[in-house]
Protein backbone atom coordinates (compact mmCIF):
# COMPACT_ATOMS: atom_id res chain seq x y z
CA UNK A 1 0.00 0.00 0.00
CA UNK A 2 2.16 2.33 -1.58
CA UNK A 3 1.42 6.10 0.09
CA UNK A 4 0.55 8.98 -2.13
CA UNK A 5 2.83 11.14 -0.83
CA UNK A 6 5.73 8.95 -1.58
CA UNK A 7 4.54 8.09 -4.84
CA UNK A 8 4.58 12.01 -5.34
CA UNK A 9 7.92 12.13 -4.71
CA UNK A 10 9.72 8.64 -6.81
CA UNK A 11 11.28 9.95 -9.62
CA UNK A 12 9.01 9.01 -12.67
CA UNK A 13 12.34 7.41 -13.47
CA UNK A 14 12.82 5.42 -11.23
CA UNK A 15 9.05 4.00 -10.87
CA UNK A 16 9.67 0.90 -13.46
CA UNK A 17 12.15 0.00 -11.04
CA UNK A 18 9.34 -0.92 -8.52
CA UNK A 19 9.09 -4.53 -7.52
CA UNK A 20 5.59 -6.04 -6.43
CA UNK A 21 6.09 -9.53 -4.70
CA UNK A 22 2.06 -9.89 -3.58
CA UNK A 23 0.87 -13.43 -5.11
CA UNK A 24 -2.05 -14.99 -3.44
CA UNK A 25 -2.09 -14.39 0.35
CA UNK A 26 -0.44 -16.97 2.53
CA UNK A 27 -3.47 -18.95 4.88
CA UNK A 28 -3.01 -18.51 8.40
CA UNK A 29 -4.86 -20.56 11.15
CA UNK A 30 -4.57 -19.80 14.55
CA UNK A 31 -6.89 -20.79 17.50
CA UNK A 32 -8.44 -18.32 19.74
CA UNK A 33 -5.83 -16.57 22.57
CA UNK A 34 -2.96 -17.80 20.92
CA UNK A 35 -0.35 -15.72 18.75
CA UNK A 36 1.00 -15.70 15.57
CA UNK A 37 4.25 -14.20 13.81
CA UNK A 38 3.78 -13.26 10.42
CA UNK A 39 6.76 -13.13 8.60
CA UNK A 40 8.16 -12.96 5.30
CA UNK A 41 11.43 -13.89 3.72
CA UNK A 42 12.13 -11.51 0.68
CA UNK A 43 13.66 -9.11 2.86
CA UNK A 44 16.36 -11.68 2.87
CA UNK A 45 17.34 -9.70 -0.63
CA UNK A 46 17.62 -6.73 0.35
CA UNK A 47 20.06 -4.86 2.52
CA UNK A 48 18.99 -3.38 5.67
CA UNK A 49 20.84 0.09 5.27
CA UNK A 50 18.93 0.04 2.54
CA UNK A 51 15.21 -0.27 4.00
CA UNK A 52 13.44 3.07 3.78
CA UNK A 53 10.36 2.38 5.52
CA UNK A 54 8.59 -1.13 6.69
CA UNK A 55 4.96 -0.80 7.06
CA UNK A 56 2.17 -3.50 8.59
CA UNK A 57 -1.26 -3.20 7.59
CA UNK A 58 -5.09 -4.71 8.57
CA UNK A 59 -7.44 -4.43 5.91
CA UNK A 60 -6.72 -0.63 5.21
CA UNK A 61 -5.58 0.18 8.97
CA UNK A 62 -2.45 1.05 9.49
CA UNK A 63 -0.92 -1.02 11.98
CA UNK A 64 2.54 0.18 12.46
CA UNK A 65 5.65 1.67 10.68
CA UNK A 66 9.22 1.36 10.83
CA UNK A 67 12.08 3.79 9.55
CA UNK A 68 15.30 1.60 10.12
CA UNK A 69 17.87 4.47 9.53
CA UNK A 70 16.48 6.78 11.91
CA UNK A 71 15.23 4.08 14.11
CA UNK A 72 11.85 5.12 14.63
CA UNK A 73 9.40 2.65 15.30
CA UNK A 74 5.32 3.71 15.68
CA UNK A 75 2.70 1.39 16.81
CA UNK A 76 -1.05 2.67 15.22
CA UNK A 77 -2.76 -0.33 16.97
CA UNK A 78 -3.12 -3.43 18.88
CA UNK A 79 -0.96 -1.27 21.36
CA UNK A 80 -0.89 -3.75 23.88
CA UNK A 81 -1.04 -7.10 21.46
CA UNK A 82 1.75 -6.19 19.04
CA UNK A 83 5.64 -6.79 18.72
CA UNK A 84 7.55 -5.83 15.91
CA UNK A 85 11.05 -7.59 15.03
CA UNK A 86 13.62 -4.76 13.72
CA UNK A 87 15.84 -7.39 12.80
CA UNK A 88 13.19 -9.76 10.54
CA UNK A 89 10.64 -7.02 10.11
CA UNK A 90 8.02 -9.82 11.18
CA UNK A 91 5.01 -8.91 13.01
CA UNK A 92 3.56 -10.69 16.33
CA UNK A 93 0.25 -10.75 17.58
CA UNK A 94 -0.66 -11.70 20.99
CA UNK A 95 -3.80 -12.68 22.89
CA UNK A 96 -5.95 -13.63 19.38
CA UNK A 97 -9.36 -12.81 19.05
CA UNK A 98 -11.64 -13.85 16.52
CA UNK A 99 -12.10 -10.09 14.73
CA UNK A 100 -8.64 -10.39 14.12
CA UNK A 101 -9.36 -12.44 11.47
CA UNK A 102 -8.95 -11.08 8.03
CA UNK A 103 -5.99 -9.64 5.69
CA UNK A 104 -2.84 -8.27 6.90
CA UNK A 105 -0.06 -6.98 4.34
CA UNK A 106 3.48 -5.67 4.82
CA UNK A 107 4.99 -2.98 2.75
CA UNK A 108 9.29 -2.83 2.19
CA UNK A 109 10.00 0.45 0.50
CA UNK A 110 13.81 -0.11 -0.50
CA UNK A 111 15.76 3.02 -2.95
CA UNK A 112 14.12 1.41 -5.92
CA UNK A 113 12.54 -1.75 -4.62
CA UNK A 114 9.09 -1.98 -3.13
CA UNK A 115 7.96 -5.72 -1.56
CA UNK A 116 4.94 -6.42 -0.33
CA UNK A 117 3.36 -9.39 1.89
CA UNK A 118 -0.12 -10.61 2.16
CA UNK A 119 -1.70 -13.22 4.67
CA UNK A 120 -4.90 -14.06 5.92
CA UNK A 121 -5.48 -15.01 8.92
CA UNK A 122 -8.41 -17.12 10.60
CA UNK A 123 -8.48 -17.28 14.37
CA UNK A 124 -10.74 -20.25 15.46
CA UNK A 125 -11.87 -22.01 18.22
CA UNK A 126 -10.47 -25.04 19.12
CA UNK A 127 -13.40 -27.59 18.48
CA UNK A 128 -16.18 -29.76 21.13
CA UNK A 129 -15.41 -33.14 22.05
CA UNK A 130 -17.53 -35.51 19.33
CA UNK A 131 -19.72 -37.88 20.63
CA UNK A 132 -19.96 -41.76 19.34
CA UNK A 133 -23.30 -43.36 20.86
CA UNK A 134 -25.06 -46.98 19.63
CA UNK A 135 -28.12 -45.98 17.97
CA UNK A 136 -28.83 -49.92 16.79
CA UNK A 137 -27.23 -52.90 17.65
CA UNK A 138 -28.23 -56.71 16.89
CA UNK A 139 -26.37 -59.52 17.34
CA UNK A 140 -26.66 -63.01 15.95
CA UNK A 141 -25.26 -66.63 15.30
CA UNK A 142 -23.58 -65.74 12.38
CA UNK A 143 -23.63 -62.03 12.27
CA UNK A 144 -23.41 -58.63 14.16
CA UNK A 145 -24.66 -55.42 12.88
CA UNK A 146 -24.26 -51.86 14.43
CA UNK A 147 -25.74 -48.59 13.51
CA UNK A 148 -23.83 -45.45 15.19
CA UNK A 149 -23.77 -42.01 14.96
CA UNK A 150 -20.75 -39.73 15.14
CA UNK A 151 -21.93 -35.98 16.72
CA UNK A 152 -19.62 -32.88 16.48
CA UNK A 153 -21.48 -29.21 17.54
CA UNK A 154 -23.49 -29.09 13.75
CA UNK A 155 -22.32 -31.71 12.27
CA UNK A 156 -23.27 -35.88 11.88
CA UNK A 157 -22.71 -39.06 10.64
CA UNK A 158 -24.42 -42.15 10.77
CA UNK A 159 -22.74 -45.46 9.75
CA UNK A 160 -23.51 -49.64 9.99
CA UNK A 161 -20.87 -51.87 10.93
CA UNK A 162 -20.40 -55.46 11.60
CA UNK A 163 -17.26 -57.46 13.16
CA UNK A 164 -14.65 -56.69 10.17
CA UNK A 165 -15.97 -53.27 7.78
CA UNK A 166 -17.57 -50.24 8.39
CA UNK A 167 -18.21 -47.45 6.23
CA UNK A 168 -16.00 -44.77 6.40
CA UNK A 169 -17.98 -41.08 6.17
CA UNK A 170 -16.47 -37.48 6.19
CA UNK A 171 -18.65 -34.38 5.98
CA UNK A 172 -17.31 -30.78 6.42
CA UNK A 173 -18.31 -27.44 7.65
CA UNK A 174 -17.26 -23.61 6.77
CA UNK A 175 -14.85 -24.19 9.79
CA UNK A 176 -14.57 -28.17 10.66
CA UNK A 177 -14.74 -31.45 9.99
CA UNK A 178 -16.08 -34.75 10.70
CA UNK A 179 -14.99 -38.29 9.84
CA UNK A 180 -15.92 -41.54 10.67
CA UNK A 181 -13.66 -44.35 10.16
CA UNK A 182 -12.94 -48.17 11.31
CA UNK A 183 -9.60 -49.83 11.85
CA UNK A 184 -8.33 -52.42 13.96
CA UNK A 185 -11.86 -53.18 15.06
CA UNK A 186 -11.57 -49.80 16.48
CA UNK A 187 -14.56 -46.84 15.62
CA UNK A 188 -12.99 -43.32 15.66
CA UNK A 189 -15.30 -40.84 15.35
CA UNK A 190 -12.84 -37.22 14.60
CA UNK A 191 -13.66 -34.06 14.90
CA UNK A 192 -11.24 -31.42 13.94
CA UNK A 193 -10.24 -27.90 12.01
CA UNK A 194 -7.07 -26.62 11.50
CA UNK A 195 -5.93 -25.55 14.54
CA UNK A 196 -7.37 -28.61 16.71
CA UNK A 197 -9.07 -32.17 16.67
CA UNK A 198 -10.85 -34.17 19.47
CA UNK A 199 -11.60 -38.08 18.75
CA UNK A 200 -14.43 -40.32 20.61
CA UNK A 201 -13.44 -43.81 19.70
CA UNK A 202 -15.43 -47.37 20.27
CA UNK A 203 -14.53 -51.35 20.32
CA UNK A 204 -16.62 -52.93 17.82
CA UNK A 205 -15.81 -56.33 19.52
CA UNK A 206 -17.07 -55.00 22.74
CA UNK A 207 -20.95 -54.72 20.76
CA UNK A 208 -19.84 -58.03 19.07
CA UNK A 209 -18.70 -60.25 21.18
CA UNK A 210 -18.14 -63.89 20.46
CA UNK A 211 -17.04 -66.87 22.64
CA UNK A 212 -16.98 -70.10 20.78
CA UNK A 213 -20.54 -71.32 20.47
CA UNK A 214 -22.14 -69.53 23.52
CA UNK A 215 -22.92 -66.88 21.33
CA UNK A 216 -25.24 -64.49 23.27
CA UNK A 217 -28.53 -64.64 21.90
CA UNK A 218 -30.75 -62.62 24.05
CA UNK A 219 -32.57 -59.55 23.43
CA UNK A 220 -31.25 -56.09 23.47
CA UNK A 221 -32.63 -55.08 27.03
CA UNK A 222 -35.02 -52.38 26.08
CA UNK A 223 -36.92 -54.68 23.82
CA UNK A 224 -37.11 -57.70 26.20
CA UNK A 225 -38.01 -55.61 28.83
CA UNK A 226 -41.08 -54.49 26.61
CA UNK A 227 -41.87 -58.66 25.95
CA UNK A 228 -41.99 -59.07 29.55
CA UNK A 229 -44.03 -56.46 30.32
CA UNK A 230 -46.26 -57.27 27.58
CA UNK A 231 -46.56 -61.07 28.05
CA UNK A 232 -47.51 -59.95 32.11
CA UNK A 233 -50.11 -57.51 31.16
CA UNK A 234 -51.34 -60.45 28.54
CA UNK A 235 -51.45 -62.89 31.84
CA UNK A 236 -53.65 -60.87 34.19
CA UNK A 237 -56.08 -59.84 31.05
CA UNK A 238 -56.80 -63.61 30.50
CA UNK A 239 -57.31 -64.68 34.03
CA UNK A 240 -58.96 -61.44 34.77
CA UNK A 241 -61.65 -62.74 32.00
CA UNK A 242 -62.14 -66.05 33.31
CA UNK A 243 -62.66 -65.31 36.46
CA UNK A 244 -65.50 -62.81 35.55
CA UNK A 245 -66.74 -65.56 33.13
CA UNK A 246 -66.70 -67.68 36.01
CA UNK A 247 -68.60 -65.28 38.64
CA UNK A 248 -71.28 -64.37 35.80
CA UNK A 249 -72.47 -68.21 35.42
CA UNK A 250 -71.93 -68.52 39.17
CA UNK A 251 -74.79 -65.70 39.46
CA UNK A 252 -76.94 -67.01 37.16
CA UNK A 253 -76.70 -70.62 38.28
CA UNK A 254 -78.16 -69.22 41.78
CA UNK A 255 -80.78 -67.33 40.11
CA UNK A 256 -82.62 -69.85 38.30
CA UNK A 257 -82.55 -72.08 41.76
CA UNK A 258 -84.22 -69.48 43.46
CA UNK A 259 -87.43 -68.78 40.93
CA UNK A 260 -90.56 -70.10 41.86
CA UNK A 261 -92.80 -72.31 39.64
CA UNK A 262 -96.29 -71.12 38.94
CA UNK A 263 -98.54 -72.91 41.51
CA UNK A 264 -102.23 -74.52 40.49
CA UNK A 265 -104.25 -72.32 42.16
CA UNK A 266 -103.06 -69.91 40.32
CA UNK A 267 -103.62 -71.51 36.96
CA UNK A 268 -107.03 -72.06 37.69
CA UNK A 269 -108.14 -69.24 39.06
CA UNK A 270 -107.15 -67.50 35.11
CA UNK A 271 -109.15 -70.05 33.55
Known amino acids: MLSVDLVCLLSPLLLPFLLATAGSPVSVFRPTGGSVTLEFQGHLQLEKEDVDLIQWYFGQEKIMKYAPLRDSNTIFTY????EFNKETFSLELKNLQKNDSGLYSREIIARETY????????????????????????????SCNVTVTCKGRD????????????????EHSTDSTLTLSFEADV???????????????????ALCSRTGQNQDLSLPGP??????IAGGALIVTLCSAALYWW????????????VPADSPSTADTNV
Open 79 to 82: QDRV
Open 247 to 258: VKRLERGVTEQF
Open 155 to 170: LSLTSTCDCSTCCPEE
Open 223 to 228: VSSWIR
Open 187 to 205: ITCNHSNPVSWQIATMDIK
Open 115 to 142: VVAEYRLSVLDPVESPVLPVVYNWTSCD
